[in-house]
């Protein structure tokens, strides 16, 4: 469970971006975060992945104050970056597979699950090709694929399916969904109010506040 408790968030010495965000991020549950552009939705995600210390408030994960980064790895929050944070010179599935490795999966049982993932994104026949080479939609799905591939037990995706045709759209939606009846607490930022709509909470940030929509 992800808990943030009166955040307020900011940089550096400009006047802050989100003042007193109180939310509960429960396992088992889509949490959708809504607000336009600006509004401060990459700003709490960051906060709610360790890389960015609130000004005051707390962000904690299974009762843990949330210190860093590195410490939102070691509670499995996993977070799926706007900008997809892939590195273009590897292939897809090395995108993937590094991930997977880094947290510890043994390179034969990375090598199978990054195929099993890939496929699950429609990209079974993408996995060889170099990032640099893929087209926006795929790039993302590629980032997707990893973030999904770690299992966190907290899931955070940024505008995660801007690029996305529809059918590929409702693929990534099914697949969050999945990830929370696993047992996740996922938190999905979107600008779709038909995406926000079928997930079953809904927090709206605007003019630096955020409101429970619904859930």
């Given amino acids: 469970m992800l808990t943030i408790d009166e955040v307020t968030v900011g ?3 400009a006047p802050p971006v989100l003042r007193d965000v109180t939310v509960t991020v429960r396992p088992g549950r889509v949490l959708a975060l809504t607000g336009s552009s600006g509004a401060g939705k990459t700003t709490l995600l960051n906060a709610m992945a360790g890389l960015l210390r ?6 904690t994960v299974e009762g843990h104050r949330l210190r860093d980064r590195d410490h939102a790895v070691d509670h499995r929050i996993v977070l799926i970056p706007q900008d997809n944070g892939l590195a273009p010179i590897l292939t897809a599935a ?8 880094a947290g510890g999966v043994a390179p034969p049982e990375a090598r199978r699950q990054t195929a099993a993932t890939l496929a ?7 996995a060889d090709q170099l990032v640099e080479e893929l087209s926006g939609g795929q790039q993302q799905r590629t980032a997707i694929a990893r973030g999904l591939a770690l299992r966190g037990g907290v ?3 940024d505008e995660v399916t ?4 529809a059918g590929n759209r409702q693929r990534v939606l099914d697949l969050l969904h ?3 009846r696993r047992g996740a607490a996922v938190v999905f930022a979107t600008h779709d109010a038909e995406v926000a709509a079928s997930c079953a909470a809904e927090l709206h940030l605007v003019d630096g506040r955020a409101e429970i929509v619904r859930g």
Avoid: M
């Fill in 162 to 165: 801007s690029e996305l045709d």
């Fill in 178 to 180: 999945d990830e929370a």
């Fill in 120 to 126: 699950q994104l429609g990209l079974a026949g993408q």
């Fill in 94 to 101: 090395e995108n993937v597979q590094v991930a997977l490795v």
């Fill in 11 to 13: 940089y550096g010495d």
């Fill in 54 to 59: 609130p000004r005051d408030g707390a962000v």
């Fill in 155 to 157: 899931l955070l995706a």
